[in-house]
């Protein structure tokens, strides 16, 4: 997936709150795209709470590979306002969109649903390697049962092997990329740390 990552030519650098604004929007997009091949592959999920409980799953996994990138790539003071950022602004715009699609439920309750479900993922996650190629299999696997919990009985069988094969890889490349590109720097090196509480 091909996403606009760079910023003007001869702009000067950027604050962490302004490249989580920017990932924000990249993640959201890549939560869509994600979802748009699955469903034109087969995947059953009309728009509905099912529907936003994917982007909401697919954007906790774009996250946790935005954060494996950032934490190689700034000091504590910008990953954390990078990591506040980028969180606070994909709640934010999945909150807009489900509550102005489906109604019923206000928009800050939406925001905070989204963040419990994240601080969730984070510690879940944390237990999974990332390396310079990207997540590891455990990773990658873990994302693929999130996913596969949320499908119709039918879709489980190839949907985990889709997350797993082709939606999680393509995924993680174009938000490690893409933040890369944000940052001006070149690919992160592999490490683990402990993942950050965002709220």
Same mark, same amino acid.
């Given at each position: 997936m091909r996403v606009h990552s760079r910023?003007?030519?001869?702009?000067? &650098?950027?604050?962490?709150?302004?490249?989580?604004?920017?990932?924000?929007? =990249?993640?959201?997009r890549v939560a869509r795209s994600m979802l748009a091949r699955m469903r034109k592959a087969g995947f059953t999920v009309d728009a509905g709470p099912r529907y936003f409980d994917f982007i909401a799953e697919a954007l906790a996994f774009? *996250? #946790? /590979?935005?954060?494996? /990138?950032?934490?190689?790539?700034m000091d504590e003071s910008a990953r954390d306002a990078f990591m506040h950022g980028i969180a606070t602004r994909c709640a934010a *715009?999945?909150?807009? $969109? @489900? &509550?102005?699609?489906?109604?019923? #439920?206000? &928009? +800050? !309750? *939406?925001?905070? @649903?989204? =963040?419990?479900?994240? $601080?969730?993922r984070f510690e879940e996650y944390a237990e999974f390697a990332h390396g310079p190629e990207g997540p590891g299999f455990a990773f990658l696997r873990y994302f693929a049962s999130l996913v596969r919990d949320l499908a119709p009985e039918n879709?489980?069988?190839?949907?985990? +092997? @889709?997350? =797993? !094969? *082709? %939606?999680?890889? %393509?995924a993680a490349e174009t938000v490690a990329r !893409?933040?890369?590109?944000?940052?001006g720097e070149s690919p992160p090196s592999a490490s683990r740390r402990a993942a950050p509480r965002t709220a």
């Amino acid at each position: 997936m091909r996403v606009h990552s760079r910023w003007f030519r001869g702009a000067a &650098s950027r604050s962490a709150p302004e490249v989580a604004g920017a990932m924000a929007f =990249i993640a959201w997009r890549v939560a869509r795209s994600m979802l748009a091949r699955m469903r034109k592959a087969g995947f059953t999920v009309d728009a509905g709470p099912r529907y936003f409980d994917f982007i909401a799953e697919a954007l906790a996994f774009t *996250i #946790q /590979v935005a954060w494996r /990138v950032a934490r190689e790539r700034m000091d504590e003071s910008a990953r954390d306002a990078f990591m506040h950022g980028i969180a606070t602004r994909c709640a934010a *715009i999945l909150a807009d $969109n @489900q &509550s102005e699609l489906l109604g019923g #439920q206000a &928009s +800050d !309750a *939406i925001e905070a @649903q989204f =963040i419990v479900r994240l $601080n969730l993922r984070f510690e879940e996650y944390a237990e999974f390697a990332h390396g310079p190629e990207g997540p590891g299999f455990a990773f990658l696997r873990y994302f693929a049962s999130l996913v596969r919990d949320l499908a119709p009985e039918n879709d489980r069988p190839w949907v985990h +092997d @889709q997350v =797993i !094969a *082709i %939606e999680g890889p %393509e995924a993680a490349e174009t938000v490690a990329r !893409a933040l890369v590109d944000l940052l001006g720097e070149s690919p992160p090196s592999a490490s683990r740390r402990a993942a950050p509480r965002t709220a």
